[in-house]
């Protein structure tokens, strides 16, 4: 199986710390993806998500929130040096599509997703990570709030 730098994407786009939760969801919709790997400088520092601009922004009514407020500061991410089998099991374990790849000065040189991995190789690999990546989980309930209505949908009249 190939190193992770020969099928990841490079030159993704960035955000910074101090960028605004609503910049990071403009990227996200012109970009048609669902993460940004958050940068200062070079070096990987955190990812967000669209899950972490409506869970810790729009949720508790912080339009005005900063990058660094609700992006996840330890961020996966493998090493573009490596193999892609250690990428995709990585994924697996964590249950995520894509990663950040760094260099050893952990400076962000790419991404690489399920799709890379796909369209270069090993289907059989591909196929089984996607598999174990998408096992579905439990929703955690203990905290319902008022907010989240009745399970058809919303509430009924």
């Known amino acids: 199986m190939p190193q992770v ?4 994407t490079r030159g993704v786009r960035t955000m910074s710390p101090n960028d605004s939760c609503l910049q990071a969801a403009q990227a996200m919709s012109e970009l048609n993806i669902g993460s940004l790997p958050v940068c200062a400088s070079d070096r990987l520092v955190g990812i967000v998500t669209d899950r972490d601009i409506v869970v810790r922004a729009v949720a508790q009514e912080r339009p005005e929130a900063r990058l660094r407020d609700i992006m996840s500061a330890e961020p996966l991410y493998c090493y573009a040096d490596e193999p892609v089998e250690q990428a995709l099991q990585t994924m697996r374990g964590e249950q995520v ?3 950040p790849v760094v260099d050893r000065d952990k400076r962000l040189v790419g991404v690489i997703a399920m799709g890379d991995i796909a369209t270069e190789g090993d289907e059989v690999a591909t196929g089984e990570a996607l598999r174990d990546i998408s096992e579905p989980s439990q929703p955690d309930r203990s905290g319902i709030s008022a907010a989240s209505g009745n399970a058809g949908g919303g509430q009924t009249n």
């Open 5 to 8: 730098s020969e099928v990841m």
């Open 97 to 99: 599509r894509r990663l």
